[in-house]
């Protein structure tokens, strides 16, 4: 399973298209996402202060979009990323798929693993 954060209004819209593309994937050729220990850092980083958090739980095995585990593109600039140094991330290279989406849930009902 990997892990995506968005918002309410995002998820919304992609399940009235079927698909979900942020806009990342075109401005950056892929959908960041996290491994579940990944999770509270890149929330620290970048969402902390985001209303409506939601994060979409993907199965691998259902996703149609290729995945590769890459470095993080992030590192610098006011929302500083702090990643071991072979730490990889995985990138979603096109679209999720609805189905592959195995659960939505709130940042505030979120059950991290410890």
Same mark, same amino acid.
């Given at each position: 399973?990997?892990?995506? %954060?968005t918002?309410?209004?995002?998820w919304?819209?992609? /399940? ?11 401005? @950056?050729?892929? %959908?960041?996402?996290?491994? @579940?220990?990944?999770? &509270?850092?890149? #929330?620290?980083?970048?969402? /902390? =202060?985001?209303?409506?958090?939601? %994060?979409?739980? %993907? ?7 290729p995945?590769?585990? @890459? =470095? ?7 929302? /500083?990323? +702090?990643?071991?140094? +072979?730490? +990889?991330? &995985?990138?979603?290279y096109?679209? #999720?798929? !609805? @189905?592959? $989406?195995?659960? $939505? +849930?709130s !940042? ?5 693993? /410890?």
């Amino acid at each position: 399973m990997i892990y995506h %954060i968005t918002t309410e209004k995002n998820w919304q819209i992609a /399940r009235e298209l079927g698909e979900y593309k942020p806009g990342s994937l075109k401005s @950056e050729g892929f %959908i960041h996402c996290s491994t @579940e220990a990944q999770l &509270p850092k890149v #929330i620290e980083a970048f969402y /902390r =202060d985001i209303p409506n958090i939601v %994060i979409l739980s %993907i199965s691998l095995e259902k996703l149609e979009s290729p995945v590769k585990w @890459e =470095d993080p593109v992030h590192l610098q600039g006011e929302n /500083r990323l +702090t990643v071991a140094e +072979t730490e +990889t991330f &995985p990138h979603i290279y096109g679209a #999720i798929n !609805l @189905e592959a $989406v195995e659960k $939505v +849930t709130s !940042l505030a009902q979120f059950q991290f693993n /410890r």
